[in-house]
């Protein structure tokens, strides 16, 4: 088992950032793949971007790439997303999540969930 806890969400203005951090307990942290997702206002949970055991190989959401940066430390079980120049549209609950694999995190394959932290971007 491994839980989850997200920390950092916010209100801001549009062109601001902000840094979402996750903090893992329970399980080997550096044995999943590590990952965001977000879920905006009347909308379905959407993947944003993702990163492997070693941190090296990430993926990201179209919309999102050259904004966001996702980043881990094994050393403290932690996984960060940077959020820069960010927009209205980047409004949402973010969650933090845990699966086998990238691949299979941008595919929604997710063994754990973190229970979200909102993020409010106003124009």
């Known amino acids: 088992q491994v839980q989850l806890v997200e920390s950092g969400g916010g209100l801001v203005q549009a062109g601001g950032s902000l840094r979402l951090s996750c903090a893992a307990s329970g399980r080997i942290f550096n044995n999943y793949a590590m990952g965001w997702f977000r879920q905006p206002p009347g909308k379905e949970r959407e993947f944003v971007a993702t990163l492997n055991w070693s941190g090296r190989s990430t993926t990201y959401k179209d919309s999102v790439k050259g904004r966001f940066t996702i980043s881990r430390d094994n050393a403290k079980n932690t996984v960060s997303l940077q959020m820069n120049s960010l927009k209205p549209e980047d409004t949402a609950v973010y969650y933090c999540?845990?699966?086998?694999?990238?691949?299979?995190?941008?595919?929604?394959?997710?063994?754990?969930w973190g229970q979200g932290t909102q993020v409010t971007v106003s124009a």
């Open positions: 999540a845990a699966g086998p694999s990238p691949n299979d995190l941008a595919k929604a394959i997710v063994r754990y």
